[in-house]
């Protein structure tokens, strides 16, 4: 016989032992002959009750479907017969059997797994740990790749906001160089116009004296001439002509 065979034969045995031990202490799955054979018309009628939608509806929601006078007395009847004492233990005695069988189900599924299942379960997991390492360090990968593109994204505006700083400052240092050369443009345009002022001057003041002296040499010769036809000898014609020569060269 083989192990696989072996293990079925066991787990048969066991399920059916424990199965049967929960039918022999809890009773048959539904409700039991015994309870049916005392309030077999009054069960119906609770069973009929309870799958009524009307009623469903009432027990709900009471206040938004109000019960007519039928209704109200089978609601009193449900409520009633609830708290029967055999109804009680009729239904501890079903929750009880539907519980362990039910346990009893799960642990049969749980055992065949872990004998059969096992190894492709694992597998399973581990493809799916794998996939969730994988999406894990994608996750990483593309986080990363993220803050390094904020940090190159950072850097760049922290370069342009010094290159804004450095254009500020070499405009700033521009305009105060054109600023200086302006002003000194204008410092010596000013210069130069009074040096042309000052020149002008000059000119005037050196074309009207020489203005003014030709007409005093022009009144000394009409003058000169006058003495000479009133008075004229070689002598002091020769004397005149002296003082108007001097004259003529003294500076004025």
């Given at each position: 016989m083989t192990s696989r065979k072996r293990f079925f034969l066991v787990f048969f045995a066991v399920y059916l032992a424990v199965g049967s031990g929960i039918i022999g202490v809890f009773g048959p799955p539904g409700v039991s002959g015994d309870y049916l054979g005392a309030f077999k018309s009054e069960h119906d009628r609770y069973l009929a009750i309870i799958k009524n939608e009307e009623y469903k509806r009432y027990v709900q929601r009471p206040e938004l479907a109000p019960a007519a006078e039928a209704l109200q007395a089978d609601a009193a009847f449900v409520a009633a017969y609830e708290?029967?004492?055999?109804?009680?233990?009729?239904?501890?005695?079903?929750?009880?059997?539907?519980?362990?069988?039910?346990?009893?189900?799960?642990?049969?599924?749980v055992c065949l797994l872990v004998?059969?299942?096992?190894?492709?379960?694992?597998?399973?997991?581990?493809?799916?740990?794998?996939?969730?390492?994988?999406?894990?360090?994608?996750?990483?990968?593309?986080?990363?790749?993220?803050?390094?593109?904020?940090?190159?994204?950072?850097?760049?505006?922290?370069?342009?906001?010094?290159?804004?700083?450095?254009?500020?400052?070499?405009?700033?240092?521009?305009?105060?160089?054109?600023?200086?050369?302006?002003?000194?443009?204008?410092?010596?345009?000013?210069?130069?116009?009074?040096?042309?002022?000052?020149?002008?001057?000059?000119?005037?003041?050196?074309?009207?004296?020489?203005?003014?002296?030709?007409?005093?040499?022009?009144?000394?010769?009409?003058?000169?001439?006058?003495?000479?036809?009133?008075?004229?000898t070689p002598e002091q014609e020769g004397a005149l002509v002296d003082r108007f020569l001097r004259g003529a060269r003294r500076p004025s």
């Amino acid at each position: 016989m083989t192990s696989r065979k072996r293990f079925f034969l066991v787990f048969f045995a066991v399920y059916l032992a424990v199965g049967s031990g929960i039918i022999g202490v809890f009773g048959p799955p539904g409700v039991s002959g015994d309870y049916l054979g005392a309030f077999k018309s009054e069960h119906d009628r609770y069973l009929a009750i309870i799958k009524n939608e009307e009623y469903k509806r009432y027990v709900q929601r009471p206040e938004l479907a109000p019960a007519a006078e039928a209704l109200q007395a089978d609601a009193a009847f449900v409520a009633a017969y609830e708290k029967r004492p055999e109804f009680v233990r009729e239904h501890r005695r079903r929750a009880a059997f539907e519980y362990l069988f039910e346990a009893l189900n799960i642990g049969a599924v749980v055992c065949l797994l872990v004998r059969f299942g096992r190894s492709p379960l694992l597998k399973f997991l581990d493809r799916r740990i794998a996939r969730i390492r994988g999406d894990l360090e994608r996750v990483n990968r593309r986080r990363r790749e993220a803050a390094e593109r904020q940090g190159r994204a950072q850097a760049q505006l922290d370069g342009i906001e010094n290159d804004k700083v450095r254009i500020e400052q070499e405009v700033d240092e521009y305009m105060a160089v054109e600023r200086r050369r302006i002003e000194q443009a204008t410092a010596d345009g000013y210069a130069q116009l009074d040096r042309e002022a000052q020149d002008r001057m000059r000119h005037e003041a050196l074309t009207a004296a020489m203005r003014l002296r030709r007409d005093l040499i022009e009144q000394a010769i009409e003058a000169v001439a006058e003495a000479y036809k009133t008075h004229g000898t070689p002598e002091q014609e020769g004397a005149l002509v002296d003082r108007f020569l001097r004259g003529a060269r003294r500076p004025s």
